[in-house]
């Protein structure tokens, strides 16, 4: 007789293994392009493996390529990205952290009410954000500029942080909470010698789920900035609308992979914690 739970645990793995293969076909498709001549791409078409090595794309892409009439490469747009993404993700990250410590310990009347309308910031479209941030970036001078895009980002984000955060925090112990109390700790003694040192799961959550939406996101970028101030986001998307003439894919390609490298590190360093994070406040 046939062992039934071996047979079930080959189908499942075949069926992952296939899922996995047909989602990273696409990421495949791109490495081996960057990797390729313009015209090997030519006489062979976009499926295929380079006859030669072409390492020159991706230097040429970086520094040396020209994007709506700035023949710098895609280099400043994604420092621009860096500038953006990193203060971003560090401001909402810890904002978020103090809002859910404030809603999941220092309980207070019409809390879950404040929890309700900063959480509903998760569910509204990015398009209905556009007029009110229009009017707050020109009151405030910052059209254009990477500081705007920092703000936009910063105040979105609690949401999402707030959300984990204070979901996490709930897991804590009220007990240990009382006794900082009684030993006169107060509302940030208790945040920085007890809270945060428990925080680490959750806190790489949100860095990562942050850092890679932030980094990730156009509609802002293109809305919000021109020429040298965009994002690197924004800078693909003036990159295909050039190449829509005569597409040169290596070069396309090489960026695609520039602009999604810092992402795909991130996850593959932290993808086991990010997991670890998600489940670590399901169960007290």
């Not at 960057?34 to 078409?45: F, K, M, P, Q, V």
């Not at 984990?164 to 003694?189: E, M, V, W």
């Amino acid at each position: 007789m046939p062992d039934r739970t071996g047979l079930a645990r080959l189908a499942i793995h075949t069926t992952l293994i296939l899922l996995a293969g047909f989602f990273l076909v696409p990421l495949l498709v791109v490495v081996l392009n960057a990797l390729r001549s313009n015209s090997d791409i030519a006489h062979t078409g976009v499926i295929g493996l380079p006859r030669e090595l072409t390492w020159s794309n991706f230097s040429r892409t970086w520094s040396s390529y020209c994007i709506s009439e700035h023949c710098d490469g895609v280099q400043p747009y994604f420092w621009n990205s860096v500038r953006m993404a990193v203060p971003a993700t560090a401001i909402s990250t810890m904002l978020g952290a103090l809002n859910g410590y404030s809603l999941a310990l220092w309980r207070f009347r019409g809390d879950t009410i404040v929890f309700g309308i900063m959480t509903l910031g998760v569910f509204l479209p990015e398009q209905m954000r556009l007029v009110p941030w229009v009017i707050v970036l020109r009151d405030l001078g910052l059209f254009n500029t990477i500081s705007g895009l920092v703000l936009i980002h910063t105040v979105q984000g609690i949401s999402f942080t707030t959300l984990f955060c204070r979901n996490y925090y709930t897991s804590i112990p009220a007990d240990l909470l009382k006794a900082a109390r009684i030993d006169g700790a107060g509302f940030f003694r208790i945040f920085g010698r007890i809270v945060l040192p428990l925080s680490p799961p959750i806190l790489i959550v949100t860095v990562i789920w942050q850092f890679t939406g932030i980094w990730n996101e156009y509609l802002y970028g293109v809305t919000f900035s021109a020429g040298e101030q965009q994002p690197i986001t924004a800078a693909l998307i003036a990159l295909s609308a050039r190449l829509s003439e005569a597409p040169q894919y290596g070069e396309q390609s090489a960026a695609v992979l520039l602009a999604a490298a810092p992402t795909l590190v991130v996850y593959l360093f932290g993808g086991r914690y990010f997991l670890r994070g998600l489940t670590a406040g399901a169960v007290k």
